[in-house]
């Protein structure tokens, strides 16, 4: 029985540890950019792995059978939470 | 049998660029053949799209620019077809050039061959359903079976065909599994099955915008596509996308399954490199392996032998000879002799004259060619007449830039060409791009800038014309002036670093330091002026492979061609240029001209202004004509600060002329004379 917690943080991808599983909130208010992430696979819903974190913050994810890299301001404006963060 | 389904008219003018304002009529219509049934080849980058475009059409192919762009098309024949080659894409849109041209030679395609990775559907299919929904008479190759056998994918072919509603063909390009039956299957191409809403809001759409595939263009929001037949673009891209991508992971759920096989060694070689404790040494390792086969054996090795044997050794006093037999000539012979350290000096010099040309004079000749036969000589021919001298003589036309194209930079083209394939095709690139990515964006640009920066060491012309692989004009006018102003090419290098090594240690320390902070400050500057935002690092990883050979040699061919087509003929003319100076006195009055800037501002001798002046044509010449000047350390380090900063060569100017427009190239070129002699001037106040 998980503890009922009071507002989550907002966490982005550039959060995600190494490892770590989540599922995409919101993609970049950008109108190409959500059509480019789309298109690959990141969608709201979609649930992503951490493969790589670079120093710096460009993040390496995989999705179902993909490896995509993000740069950092990127991954900062994809907004993300994991199945513990849902409750 | 012609069939396309646009409402063109045969005389319609040919300008796509987004920007450029009204066009009424189709985009494509008069670029694409109109004889022949338009065969066009689709697929995501690195899916083998190239193997299967050079096995229908052979050797013979024509590259050029898509009308009003940058963008190169490959075209070719086959059989009944015209076939055409799009840059690889993730889908068909207006987000950038690429795809812009992409989605006007599609909209003309009779038959679309879209080829697939079969290792990586779910990001590969995305482009197959939106060329469904377009209407377009699709076929399908399944390409890399392979490879998906061997990571234990399996695919549902049959299955897939029925969802899709068009033919796949499961193929192994490289190897020509499957070829036999590509022309069938590319006749069997059909329209498939459109997502049934989108198909049937399209159908509505259809007398208004006269393509199913036009209409799919204008609903998804595409401003020209829309101006095109004045209609408002649509505003559900996103649904539509989101739409479809739920139709992709359907389709995936229930055609491919992926046996659960150990990591294989690629996949984990392909981690490595982008991680951040392995990643840096395995780029220092490549980053060697570029500089010993390309730095030390083809710009060294290689090119000795090419330039300095063949070229100036032998062609050019072949050719010179040649004409000195019936025109004017003075030739001077200079014998070389090596010293106890293996230094050339000249022993003994001696001009002869031929008002009327060797053949008027044959005991003249003889005595020369007595003097000549002695040993190693260096010789040099002035001709009277100055249109000859201007094609043959010391920059010659149809000499120095014969030697200069054929056998210096044509070795340095196929080698850095074949360098990029090399890693490409081991998907490598995209690693490396995500490992400097934020370094980049300091400057502005993100990874895949890399690319050009690490071309512009090759040929800085040659990597002007990758700069259009960035994703917004920002990024191409950033990477475009930190390629003109502060990357020294492979021709100069050379020279670079002979004359550092005979200045010390000290000298290029100070000399590397302060190029490589112009460098970074031009990048920052330009990133905190320009206005706007560059496009971030979204990048997919393909899988480690190991490059094959045949695609890796064709891609340089095409590439290697395509460039010397482009850039050859402004080498010619810059010879001719600097020819014309030389012979005119022009080049002896701008150096004059230049003088209180040398000596006064550089503090170098006013001859170091004649090696800037020929530094336009050939960036090489700037250099090595520093040789002769006898400086000092430091003012060594000042004067190479001054060339490597300044405009790079004639054909780099023209090729920037034509990728950023007349107007902002100039600037840039304008901007890079203040910035070199500035910054000279300042290193001189410090150092001199």
């Known amino acids: 029985m998980t503890d009922s917690s009071p507002a989550v943080p907002v966490r982005s991808l550039l959060d995600l540890r190494r490892g770590e599983r989540a599922r995409i909130v919101a993609l970049p208010p950008d109108p190409v950019l959500r059509s480019q992430c789309i298109r690959l696979g990141l969608t709201a819903g979609a649930t992503v792995s951490c493969a790589v974190r670079l120093p710096g913050g460009t993040v390496v994810l995989e999705t179902e059978r993909q490896e995509l890299a993000l740069g950092r301001s990127l991954a900062g404006s994809i907004t993300i939470e994991s199945d513990t963060d849902a409750g | 049998m012609l069939t396309h389904d646009s409402g063109l008219t045969p005389d319609d003018v040919t300008d796509v660029l987004p920007h450029t304002g009204h066009r009424h009529h189709d985009g494509a219509g008069a670029f694409l053949d109109r004889h022949h049934t338009r065969l066009v080849l689709v697929g995501n980058p690195n899916v083998g799209k190239s193997v299967f475009f050079n096995h229908l059409t052979g050797l013979y192919v024509d590259v050029s620019n898509f009308p009003g762009t940058t963008v190169e098309i490959s075209r070719g024949s086959h059989g009944p077809w015209a076939v ?3 840059p690889g894409i993730y889908g068909v849109s207006s987000f950038n050039d690429e795809e812009r041209v992409a989605r006007d030679v599609i909209l003309e395609a009779d038959i679309v061959l879209n080829v697939v990775d079969a290792v990586h559907l779910e990001r590969d299919l995305f482009l197959t359903m939106q060329l469904v929904d377009m209407g377009k008479r699709v076929a399908v190759c399944l390409n890399m079976m392979d490879e998906a056998r061997a990571r234990g994918v399996e695919i549902d072919v049959a299955e897939l065909e029925r969802r899709l509603g068009v033919p796949v063909l499961p193929t192994e390009a490289v190897r020509g599994v499957g070829f036999d ?29 006269g393509s199913q595939a036009e209409g799919l263009m204008v609903l998804e929001g595409d401003a020209v596509i829309a101006e095109r037949h004045g209609v408002p673009p649509g505003e559900d891209r996103e649904q539509l996308y989101v739409q479809r991508r739920n139709r992709v992971n359907r389709t995936l759920d229930r055609v491919v399954r992926v046996r659960e096989t150990k990591r294989s060694l690629a996949a984990r070689i392909g981690r490595l490199a982008v991680s951040p404790w392995a990643g840096l040494p395995m780029l220092l390792a490549v980053l060697y392996g570029l ?5 030390t054996f083809i710009a060294g090795d290689v090119v000795n032998f090419t330039e300095g044997t063949i070229g100036n050794r032998l062609m050019e006093p072949a050719v010179k000879d040649g004409i000195a037999r019936i025109a004017g000539a003075e030739i001077t012979v200079e014998r070389i002799v090596a010293d106890a350290e293996g ?15 060797t053949d008027a004079d044959p005991v003249g000749a003889a005595r020369m060619e007595s003097f000549r036969a002695g040993g190693l000589h260096d010789i040099h021919y002035t001709f009277r007449n100055p249109a000859v001298q201007i094609f043959f003589g010391e920059f010659g036309a149809f000499t120095m830039t014969v030697t200069y194209v054929l056998f210096l930079l044509l070795p340095l083209v196929i080698g850095f060409y074949a360098a990029l394939a090399v890693l490409e095709d081991s998907g490598y690139l995209p690693r490396l791009a995500t490992l400097v990515d934020r370094t980049l964006t300091g400057l502005g640009l993100n990874g895949r800038a890399i690319i050009p920066l690490i071309l512009g060491f090759g040929c800085v012309t040659m990597a002007t014309i990758t700069t259009r692989l960035l994703g ?11 390629l003109q102003f502060a990357i020294p090419c492979s021709a100069q290098l050379a020279v670079i670093a002979a004359l550092l090594a005979g200045a010390g240690f000290k000298a290029m320390l100070i000399y590397v330091a302060v190029i490589l902070a112009v460098f970074v400050a031009i990048g920052t500057a330009l990133d905190r002026v320009l206005p706007g935002k560059s496009s971030p690092l979204l990048l997919d990883l393909p899988p480690m492979r190991l490059p ?5 040699a064709q891609k340089t061919w095409t590439r290697t061609l395509s460039f010397m087509k482009e850039a050859t003929p402004w080498f010619f003319i810059g010879a001719l240029a600097v020819s014309a100076l030389q012979v005119s006195g022009l080049l002896d009055g701008f150096t004059n001209l230049l003088e209180p800037l040398t000596t006064g501002w550089l503090k170098l001798p006013r001859e170091a202004g004649t090696a800037f002046v020929m530094g336009l044509v050939r ?11 006898s400086l000092s350390p430091m003012q060594t380090v000042v004067a190479l600060t001054v060339i490597t900063l300044f405009v790079p060569c004639i054909a780099s100017l023209m090729v920037m002329l034509k990728e950023r427009g007349v107007r902002e190239g100039m600037v840039i070129w304008l901007g890079s004379w203040v910035l070199a002699f500035g910054v000279g001037g300042l290193v001189a106040l410090v150092i001199l």
């Open chain 2, 84 to 86: 055409y080659d799009t």
């Open chain 2, 619 to 629: 960036r090489d010449f700037g250099a090595a004509g520093l040789y002769d000047l």
């Open chain 2, 181 to 209: 039956r590509l022309d069938a299957h590319i006749a069997s191409a059909t329209t498939g099955h459109a997502e049934p809403t989108l198909h049937r809001r399209l159908h509505d759409l259809l007398d208004r915008v």
């Open chain 2, 548 to 552: 094959q050979l045949r695609n890796v």
């Open chain 2, 291 to 295: 500089y010993v086969v390309i730095g």
């Open chain 2, 343 to 357: 230094e050339d000096s000249t022993a003994a010099t001696q001009s002869f004259v031929f008002p009327d040309g």
């Open chain 2, 472 to 482: 917004t004009d920002r990024e191409k006018r950033i990477a475009t002036t930190i």
